[in-house]
């Protein structure tokens, strides 16, 4: 057994189901990419691989020389980003709401 398989392959990727809100980017280039889910796992679980791109490409400052698909990464980083915030917000507003 590869060690894709066995730590993101099925053996380790049940671990993550007691986990949310993880954005896993990874690079194609990324050595490191073997070590990280490169498919969704969940809902709340989404994965996406940036093509053309290395080890933490997406969380450096934009660049122009930068491919589209880093730029398409961060996007949706920032999309789920803000909808964990306002999923987390709307359920404390309920909170509050039955408190009340």
């Known amino acids: 057994m590869c060690i894709r398989d ?3 392959g099925g053996e380790r990727t049940s671990e993550f189901l007691s986990y949310s ?8 280039l ?24 290395a080890h933490h490409l ?3 400052p934009p660049n122009s020389a930068d491919p589209q698909s880093v730029v398409e990464a961060r996007n949706l980083e ?3 980003i803000k909808k964990w ?5 709307r359920a404390q507003q309920q909170s509050r709401k039955v408190k009340a």
């Not at 915030?85 to 917000?89: A, E, L, R, V």
Request: aromatic share 16%.
């Open 6 to 8: 066995r730590y993101m």
């Open 21 to 28: 809100n993880i954005f896993f980017a990874n690079g194609d």
């Open 30 to 53: 990324d050595p490191w990419s073997a070590g990280s889910p490169l498919e969704t796992i969940s809902s709340s679980l989404p994965a996406y691989v940036i093509h053309d791109a």
């Open 58 to 60: 997406d969380l450096r």
């Open 78 to 80: 920032q999309t789920w």
């Open 85 to 89: 915030i306002n999923q987390k917000y």
